[in-house]
């Protein structure tokens, strides 16, 4: 089991398992309670569950979902010091590709992409369908 303060790559985790972070769009983001939601276009890969034969069209699965930080206390833009207030999260996170997603330490992660580069200080991110 890797050490708890040992940076974890998205791939690592559970999650996040048969899915392509990088082949994914960031559509929105903003709080619902305490928690930082992030709404998703997800690639899913053959070994997914819920993966569907993309129609001829249609070159991948992609499913619409939301990664969720619940008790997210803090969300801030890299090299920053303060943190946004929640409303401004989805005004200064912009849709766009994502890079990267990491469990820096527990408890902070860093997410990354054509929006820019953010640290979330939260619980464990959840990753959702919606309508399944």
């Known amino acids: 089991m890797a050490d708890t ?3 974890t790559d998205w791939r690592e985790m559970r999650e996040f398992a048969a899915v ?4 994914s769009f960031l559509l929105s983001c903003g709080f619902e309670s305490s928690s930082l939601l992030i709404d998703v276009d997800l690639f ?3 070994e997914h569950p819920l993966y569907e034969q993309p129609r001829p069209s249609q070159k991948v ?8 930080f619940p008790y997210c206390d803090a969300v801030r ?3 920053q010091r303060e943190a946004l207030e929640p409303a401004a999260v989805s005004r200064r996170i912009e ?4 890079s990267g997603l990491r469990r820096v330490r527990d408890g902070h992660y860093e997410i990354s992409g054509r929006f820019g580069t953010f640290l979330i200080d939260a619980e464990r991110p959840l990753l959702r369908l919606k309508g399944s």
């Open 20 to 23: 392509d972070l990088t082949q």
């Open 95 to 98: 849709h766009g590709a994502f």
């Open 44 to 46: 899913l890969t053959p």
């Open 61 to 68: 699965c992609i499913r619409p979902a939301v990664i969720e």
């Open 77 to 79: 833009a890299a090299g």
């Open 5 to 7: 303060e040992d940076p």
